[in-house]
């Protein structure tokens, strides 16, 4: 909507002569943040001509509903090609969808890339045929906290900016609200790679009509993180279709647990993450071919899984006892285990947990014995353990090192093993004995 105010400008619409300085340009960031569109503001509009990125906060644009805006000159279609503005941010602001629908296609002259709208209000209907064929260079559109009329029943809005959307690669729709996503409207984003539609109120039944046959054929990155996701399976079923998905965001859903699923996910999916949703157990099945797997935040007892092209687990904030064989996963090279329940690391999988680049198990009841405390310095001292150590790792027995950090314990062969040191030492006096007899 910037650049709406700023075609108003060239044309000439407002006048602003020696009204208040509203835009602030931050020169060393080239960025220029706007206060309160209105006439008053538009003189100062000037100022943010060479920002890269253009903030709009609040404002009234009702008032311009009726302003004729025609067809754009050469001269001023040569200033906006000129332009360095790449983003343009709207926020708290209400925006009448006619004016929308007839200032958007000026935006084909800029080289604006991406346009984000936090916090404002979409009013009305706009006429959205002379975006019919229009192509825009924006690749990237978010919406943050909006508000609108329901997606269903805008087919027809959506078939006018086919040409554009088409071409669109990011697309955001957060905290709004949204229950559902037609299944035409799904179709219509041919190019798009990553969607987010975090903190809505997606249920299980929204997302098969959504990713229904056809639709984004070309995702790669989803997230629905915060939304009223509650079975495993059904959302598995709703996503099967993307077959070129890659990162799949699901934390901070409460997740149920079919333990006879036989649906099959994307075999492109590398990147999951399960965290803060409520598992008790690891979910079946998991996708084959995952590199970063993220459980953190649940309540699991116990993982054992196999899974050979695995890289990353993150299994912090769980109810573990033991640490997982790792064993099954060939390829890992990352492991976190922090603040689960537990209290040694046995000497086999020290040995294995040493091939790895990063092992985090800060904040774990730790027994001290030898081998307890043993191990971790081993690992530290190999620097594989990562954030935490030393200050993390804390003893919790027994009662003579309770409360200390484990890098101090005492873990020589003379502390921890005194008969291998007495034995070969009695061994020696006993040959000399015989030596000197």
Known sequence: MGVAVLLLLGLGLLEAEGRRNRC??????????????????????IQCLPATVVEFQGGDLEKYIAFPIGDLDSSTIEILGSLTIKKIIIGSVLVPEILLARVLRFFSYTHVQELAFESCIFQGTGDWSGMDGQNLPILSLSFHNVTSAPLTGQEQAFSSLNRWLGTLEELAVTSSHITSLPCAIGRVFRALRSLDLAQNSLGDGSLSPAFCQGAFPQLQELSLHHNNLRSYHSVCEGVELLTELQHLDLSHNELMVDPFSSCQWPASLQHFNLSSTGLDEVPTPLPPSLEVLDMSHNHLHAVDISLSSLKKLFLNQNLLQVVPSIRNYPMLDTLHLDNNSIAELPRDEVKLLERLQDVAVADNPFSCSCSGAGGLQALAAAGHLGQGWPGDYRCHSPAQYQGWPVAQVPVSVLHCDPAAVVAPVCIALALLGLAGA
């Open 24 to 45: 602030f340009f931050n020169r060393t960031q080239e960025y220029c943040m706007c206060y309160n569109l209105s006439e008053e503001t538009v003189g100062s509009i």
